[in-house]
């Protein structure tokens, strides 16, 4: 069956309707320049349920005035090929305008959650998110939508969102994909130079040295101390052991699941990383 591309909201009722009513519908939004970690999401999309929407839009709301928002990757064709190649039933690309009224009051908000770690240095960024995916559910309406584990922050909250809002969407989380050196699958991994790519393998480093260890305080300390060898040319952001349910720092004491967390400019590219580990 060939993927059938909606820009708007009537040509996204069309796309659905023509589906049929039969069988759930998974959502696996991006913001494009789909690679190998994309491929494996819709993979497991098509696991979940009988037909696949991705969405491919670059949402304005969740970038700063000093991030990348102009010069993201953009890579509409290939991206089709790549949803036609795996199976997509329906790609919903829509215009800034068609998503974003200019008159529009309302948004949602991450809350406290959305504050710490990553959106203490992303002000906004989680707002942002929060509301697109919303947005996106509401005009989708998936049964189920499918997320990786790489944006371990925005996964919690988007859990936190559907929680404390009674999205009916089941959140479904896809593993991390890694180059096999280590390096987390990325859209932005392609404006790192050569001597950049060598940099950023710091953080995956940084996560497996940490992950041989049971303590926090050992965790924290094994892994920063492979993040200080690679200063300056890593300029680290954060790092940190956190509950991956609320991403508040876990105490000397905690068993049980915590997410080893990193964010890292390297040239003048914002890398992030994380491992789920269990400490018993
Ligand atoms: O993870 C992303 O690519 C984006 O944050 C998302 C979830 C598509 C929202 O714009």
Known sequence: ???????????????????????????????GALHEGHRSLIRLARERADHVAVSIFVNPLQFSPNED????????????????AEGVGIVFAPSDEVMYRPDRQVSVSAGEMGAIVEGAFRPGHFDGVLTV??????????????????????LALIRRMVLDLDVPVEIVAGPTVREPDG???????????????VVALAL????REGARHRAPADIRRAAREVLDAAAPALALDYLVLADPATFAEVGDDHVGEAVL??????????????MVLTLT
């Open 1 to 31: 069956m060939d993927v059938v591309v909606a820009h708007d909201r009537a040509g996204l009722q069309e796309a659905r309707t023509a589906l049929g009513g039969a069988g759930r519908l998974a959502l696996v939004p991006t913001m």
């Open 69 to 84: 928002f102009s010069r993201y990757p953009r890579t509409f064709d290939a991206d089709l090929e790549v949803c036609a």
């Open 133 to 154: 995916v919303l947005k996106l559910f509401n005009l989708v309406r998936p049964d189920v939508a499918v997320f990786g584990q790489k944006d371990a922050q925005q």
């Open 183 to 197: 390096l987390a699958l990325s859209s932005r991994n392609r404006y790192l130079s050569a001597e950049d790519r």
């Open 204 to 207: 995956s480093r940084a996560l």
């Open 261 to 274: 967390a990193v964010a890292a400019r390297v040239g003048s590219t914002r890398l992030i990383d994380n």
